[in-house]
Each structure stands twice: as structure tokens, then as C-alpha cells.
């Protein structure tokens, strides 16, 4: 494609053959820019990333929900323990009047 | 067609032209050249043709390439067309970039979720290794409750027992009464 035009044509001037040359010799840096990056295939592997991505958005959102939850539920253990240990404290005396009582 | 033809003349003049005619012209033309209008194209033409020269050294004969005058806007043409060039080129890879700056932005994203995600699974872990920790020590009490328990039951047990023996005595007492 860089040399078509490389022989001079009968008729055409100087100047025409230099803005011919020109022309093509940008008409190939862009193709070769163009080739380069549809080799690479830079495009088609980002955006396949990306959309991955995307879909593993919602099951990471989903997690973090899960996880939230979770540390409700611990909360809630937490109070509960709390609540079990001042009762059990009582348990002592109750044993003591049983065993009188047993006697 | 006109400066087809004077490209010819300045094409025939760059073959046959001396070398010494050259020398004499050099800076004849380096100085007119500018200041030439477009009528004169011709005789700038030609005396930039003649420029090139041979050399007859040791019987080698050597020509210089031949060359026009540039044009007063030329430069500005070219310098034009390469930037213009620059910004489509620096487009094209710019897509690129900006499809990497998104993938780096969601990453980050996703990164600084999955920080927060940690941490409050450290704080889970945290919390739910104290409460095992305090219901092993609520152990002892569990096992005073079983133990009350079995207590009650036997307690329930001797109060059926005296219950039953109760309506016994009760019996045989209304028994006697009535002999």
C-alpha cells in the first residue's frame, strides 16, 4: 500500500505526486493505529471485564447484606446472654431452699 | 498546465545547468526567494533548479536532489495537518485509556467494599467469639439448672407419695370413726 504510487505518472506534477504521498502515508499511519488496537484486542477484553464485573455486582451487594444481617443477629445474642446471665445468678439460692426442702 | 510546464523547464535546466552558474546563483536565490510574488514563480523556479550541481570528482559525477521553493504557508499547512493528525491519533487511544480508567474505578469501588465487608466480619468474629466465651461460663449455671430440675421432679415425686399416703390415713380414720 506504501509504494502503489512510488513511480512517477505521466502528467501529474511534483507538488501532486508530494500531496498523493502524503495522503497515503497518513491514510497508513491511521490504518496501522487502527490494526494495532483491533490486534490488541483491548476493547473486547475491557469491555467483557467490565460487564463481569457488573454481574458480580448484585452477589457482592447480597453479601454485604448478608453480613449486616449477621452482625444484627449478634447484637441480639449479645443482649440475650446478658439477660440469661442475670437471671441465672438467681439459680443458686433456688438450689439451696431444694435441698432444704429435699432434707 | 502552466506549472507543469515550468516544473519541465526547472526538470531540463537541473540536467544541464554547471556547476559554477550554481555557485554564482546561490545566494541570489537564497535572498529572492522570499520575497518573490507569484509572477515570478518561474525565475525562482528556475534559479533554485539550478542549485543542484555536479561534481566531477575523480570522475564521479554526484547531483543534489532538486527542490522547490516552499511556499510561504506551507509550513503552517503542515504543521496544521500533523497536529490535527496528533489530536486523532491521541483519540483513538484515548478510548482505550478511558475504558481502563472505568475498569480502575470499578475495582476501587469493588476494593473499598470489600474492606468494609471485612471489617465487619472481623467485628462478627469478634462478638461471637466473646459469646462463646461468656456461655462457657454460664456452663456451671446450666448445670445447676438440670440439677434443679431433677430436684423438682423428685420433689413432685414425694409430694404425689404423701399425697396418696394422705387420702390413706384419711380413709382407715373415717373408717374407725364409724365403728
Do not use: W
Not at chain 1, 22 to 27: D, E, L, Q, Y
Not at chain 2, 76 to 105: H, I, S
Amino acid at each position: 500500500m506504501a509504494s502503489a504510487d512510488a513511480q512517477p505518472r505521466f502528467g501529474q506534477s511534483v507538488k501532486g505526486l508530494l500531496s498523493d504521498k502524503v495522503g497515503s502515508c497518513s491514510g497508513d499511519v491511521i490504518a496501522l493505529t487502527r490494526q494495532v488496537l483491533k490486534g490488541s484486542r483491548s476493547q473486547e477484553l475491557l469491555g467483557q471485564a467490565a460487564r463481569n464485573m457488573v454481574i458480580q455486582e448484585d452477589a457482592i451487594l447480597h453479601s454485604e447484606d448478608s453480613l449486616r444481617k449477621m452482625s444484627i443477629i449478634t447484637t441480639h445474642l449479645q443482649y440475650q446472654q446478658e439477660a440469661i446471665q442475670k437471671n441465672v445468678e438467681h439459680s443458686k439460692h433456688l438450689q439451696d431452699q431444694l435441698r432444704h426442702l429435699l432434707k | 498546465m502552466a506549472a507543469t510546464g515550468d516544473d519541465a523547464a526547472a526538470m531540463d535546466s537541473i540536467s544541464k545547468a554547471p556547476a559554477a552558474h550554481l555557485a554564482a546563483l546561490n545566494p541570489a536565490a537564497s535572498t529572492s526567494v522570499p520575497a518573490e510574488g507569484p509572477e515570478d514563480a518561474a525565475d525562482s523556479l528556475a534559479a533554485a533548479s539550478r542549485r543542484p550541481g555536479t561534481n566531477s570528482d575523480g570522475g564521479v559525477e554526484t547531483a543534489e536532489e532538486a527542490v522547490e521553493p516552499a511556499e510561504p504557508d506551507i509550513n503552517e499547512l503542515c504543521t496544521d495537518m500533523f497536529e490535527k493528525m496528533a489530536v486523532f491519533l491521541q483519540g483513538e487511544l484515548t478510548a482505550t485509556c478511558e475504558d481502563y480508567r472505568l475498569l480502575e474505578n470499578m475495582n476501587k469501588l469493588t476494593s473499598l467494599k470489600y474492606m468494609e465487608m471485612k471489617d465487619i466480619s472481623i467485628n462478627i468474629s469478634r462478638n461471637l467469639q466473646d459469646l462463646n466465651n461468656k456461655y462457657a461460663s454460664l456452663q456451671p449455671y446450666l448445670d445447676q439448672i438440670n440439677q434443679i430440675e431433677e430436684q423438682v421432679s423428685a420433689l413432685e415425686q414425694a409430694a404425689y407419695k404423701l399425697d396418696a399416703y394422705s387420702k390413706k390415713l384419711e380413709a382407715r380414720f373415717k373408717k374407725l370413726e364409724k365403728r
